[in-house]
């Protein structure tokens, strides 16, 4: 396994989008940020060689179906196409798959497939095999850990639709709030208003799997970080962050002791 080989042919792939686009570029930045989040994790756990390569290459695969997707429709939006269905398509269907140019060993087709299509799923659920249950929750936690670093530095506009000023506007919905109290990610449609999004958008570590990302959440202090980005005018609202933060914070101290 050859992580520098994958990384040219994904250089070459990306050679036939417009990356001066600034949407292409974005996800451009994410993908090698997911990398560097697998790396870190990994690096963490002591992981072999082996399992640490196949996880940084998952990483770099695990959005190749979102330049297409940007390309036909300009958007990120799950409405207009499941990218991780689409990605997992454009890497191993067909009669020369394209998977085989990022890596010879086609052994580890399956679990490389499982992984990408699972990885943006609400739920992990139903994987038996060990080792690809490993690699699923892998991406899905360095995934998850550079979204932190998207969350504090991209425009809050480009996330959810309105200007940042405006964007802690408003209520949290009853059915966010309940996914909250459990402890448990948001659903995606259970989101109403702008506020609800940035709520989700903190929940959803509630769903990390292991605790050196939790490590890493730390030390950089992310929770915090992102919850406190947006100004709440509403009291209720803003009470109820303080909460969210709080709950949070404990709940990854629960985990880390």
Not at 40 to 52: F, K, S
Not at 73 to 78: G, M, R, T
Not at 167 to 196: H, M, N, Q, Y
Not at 220 to 240: G, Q, V
Request: proline share 2%.
């Amino acid at each position: 396994m050859d992580f520098k080989h994958a990384r040219g042919v994904f250089e070459d792939y990306l050679n036939g989008y417009d990356r001066e686009d600034e949407k292409i570029k974005l996800k451009i930045i994410h993908t090698y940020g997911v990398v560097k989040s697998a790396r870190e994790i990994g690096h963490r756990m002591h992981l072999n060689e082996e399992d640490q390569q196949l996880a940084e290459l998952i990483a770099l695969l695990h959005d190749i179906g979102r330049f297409q997707q940007l390309r036909l429709y300009n958007s990120f939006s799950p409405d207009t196409m499941d990218h991780a269905a689409f990605g997992v398509q454009l890497l191993f269907e067909g009669e020369n798959p394209m998977i085989s140019r990022f890596i010879e060993d086609r052994s580890y087709d399956e679990l490389i497939r499982v992984a990408i299509a699972r990885h943006s799923d609400f739920r992990l659920e139903g994987i038996q095999d060990e080792r690809t249950l490993f690699h699923a929750k892998m991406i899905r936690d360095a995934d998850k850990l550079d979204n932190c670093r998207v969350k504090l530095v991209d425009s809050v506009e480009a996330m959810i639709g309105v200007p940042q000023e405006h964007a802690g506007e408003g209520k949290i919905s009853p059915k966010v709030w309940e996914s909250c109290l459990r402890k448990e990610a948001v659903s995606s449609p259970d989101r109403i208003t702008s506020v609800d999004y940035w709520v989700s958008y903190a929940a959803q570590y509630y769903d990390l799997n292991f605790k050196e990302t939790w490590q890493i959440m730390k030390e950089k202090n992310y929770i915090s970080r992102i919850i406190k980005r947006l100004e709440y005018k509403d009291k209720d609202t803003r009470e109820k962050m303080e909460i969210l933060e709080q709950q949070m914070n404990a709940y990854m101290e629960k985990i880390l002791c």
